[in-house]
């Protein structure tokens, strides 16, 4: 295999509106920095983008690196050329504390409704090259990130990348959104690789739920072992993807849970 998972080579994502304890930017980092984890992804609501600038500059200056911001497409707030207030404060917050990292992004299916496959591509392939001709002026890059529904087909992620091959996207792939792809996993990996970016983990049993820590499904192991056999030597997310329940506690559950799979 090309590597091992370690620390080193473990992020956490899902931390910011999922956390009972509804932790500070400060309190958000030492609980990260307390338990070994040195990078994150940043998700937010709408109620915290008024700390994101805080909170990215107090990572950085904390040694924690931030390896990307969430951003959400939505059919209804989002057109070419004017995105949503909350998006436009994303990409300001970049610009003011000089960010520079990856953007993930994802749409909802509004964003495609009553489009062909041909069609959607086309439309979704205009909205990607926007966002990354913005992204590059503040020195980020998107990724793109699957969601559900249209949009969360890596086949069709696919075609957007190659449809701007001028541009420089990536795929990251979330396991907690790919219960329905499990047994096309094997072929998806292979035309994913090329792309891949981040891969991130939870446990996946076919009947659900969602939300699964690892260890506890039924195809999680083989499916990160593949990952690894097949050349992927990129980093892993490890959800704190519980909205009811202290994020430190999600986290180490999941990375318990990692370690018992034993997968070296």
Known sequence: M???IDTDNIYAWCIVPYDSL????????????KMGITKYAYDWRQEH???MAKELQWAKKQGVTVISVWMWI???GDALGKLSDSNEKVFRVIEEVGYQGQIWVSFAANFFEDLSDTEAVAKG???IAFLSKRA?????????????????????QIQIIKALPDEDLGLVYNFHHAHHQIDAFPEMVDSMMPHLWYVNLSGLRKEGPKILTLGKGDYEKEMIRLLLEKGYTGDFGILGHVEDMDAETVLKANLNGLRTMHIK
């Open 2 to 4: 090309a590597q091992r």
């Open 22 to 33: 509804e932790r500070s930017p400060e309190a958000r980092i030492a609980m990260l920095k």
């Open 49 to 51: 983008l008024p700390q």
């Open 74 to 76: 939505d059919g209804q």
């Open 125 to 127: 392939a205009e909205m």
């Open 136 to 156: 590059t002026t503040l020195g980020c890059k998107i990724g793109l990130y699957n969601h559900g529904d249209w949009f969360g087909e890596p086949k069709n």
